[in-house]
């Protein structure tokens, strides 16, 4: 296991210059392409490999495996090609840069894989009813486990490399060889099964193969159609942006983080800050672009703040709101309160806030809850009129 991470390291250290900079998009793009020439060269390597032995024991599962590895090259191919234009600068039409195409590469690979897989299915559910025998020979079995070592070399590789600058693609073609390493296993499993019982299970391992392919095919797509749809804002990112935002003199507390992913290495952000309503706002506007200019730096985030001022000063008004968030806490730990106002009117007094409540509550939950708080805050005073504005969370749920 030494040995697999100083050759992962050797290779790194070759064909990538100043491989510790990883906020450096030209180094992130570097081990992209490492990634997807290791690949070609491998599965090619493989695909060679494979084929032969299957046509020499007439095994469809290391046939179906072959070309499985073939479209892996194929895959890797596609990667570059997709690693290489997301790598291109932003322009007056896409201003946030062409990181995205990444993810657009990714899941051409995952219909590429699927559209094999369910060949394969169709292959061996065809051996499965006129099954032919498999030729057994201990020398081409060794072959194929010598296979088996260079997928699993290649899934730490992708995976290492994939940990390191943070790319769900590389990490799905981890993934992806680590399937490969369990659907050689079992072809080698029915070749042997199949030389020393002479039973045929060929064409029931190569639907294996072939299932095996289509869920990481699926997989795969999965995971690059979330950054494409829009993700919920990962929980840990939210702590250290809200967590840095509000270690600023003047901030009292942050409330709606929505996160834009433009590619891997790109993020757009905005937030809502709350600060004390008597605050100058020529100083506010000055700390708000300090802060923004600091995330810039130091997160590589984008950052966009909205300032929402809040009353600190007000014994009154501040009482109400603590208990307002008293009530609902107790209702419902998961929701919060911000942007709190107090109306007085003549007979009633308005209570004003916005209720951040989670993305599973139906609708019925949701009112029921809206009842529940503006029962309990009548208990406190009948005169409180509860206007409720409903949110839903963009963090995450754990």
Known sequence: MKGVFCLTELLVRIFIKDNDNIKDQAVRTSYGILSSIVGVICNIILFIIKLVIGILINSVSVMADAFNNLSDAASSIIGYIGVKLAARPADKEHPFGHGRLEYVAALAVSFIIIQVGLSLFKNSFAKIINPEAVKFNPILIGILFLSILIKLWLMIFNRKLGKRVKSSVMLATAADSLSDVLVTSGTVISAIIAGLTGWEIDGYMGLVVSIFVMIAGVGI?????????????????????????????????????????????????????????????????????????????????????????????????????????????????????????????????????????????????EQKLLSKIVEEMRKHDSRFNCVIRLENSYVAEE
């Open 221 to 365: 797509a999965k995971d690059t159609l979330e950054p494409l749809l829009g993700q919920a804002v990962d929980r840990g990112l939210y702590k250290k942006i809200s967590s840095m935002v509000e270690s600023y003199p003047g901030i009292v507390g942050t409330h709606e983080l929505i996160i834009h992913n433009y590619g891997p290495s790109c993020h757009m952000a905005t937030i809502h800050v709350d600060v004390p309503n008597d605050l100058e706002f020529e100083e506010a506007h000055e700390m708000i672009d300090r802060i923004e200019q600091d995330v810039l730096e130091k997160m590589g985030i984008f950052l966009v703040i909205h300032m929402d001022p809040v009353e600190m000063n007000d014994m009154k008004v501040i009482e109400k709101r603590n208990l307002v968030t008293d009530v609902i806490k107790k209702l419902d730990e998961r929701s919060s309160v911000h942007d709190f106002r107090v109306v007085k009117g003549e007979y009633q007094i308005n209570l004003i806030f916005d209720l951040v409540i989670p993305f599973s509550y139906t609708h019925e939950e």
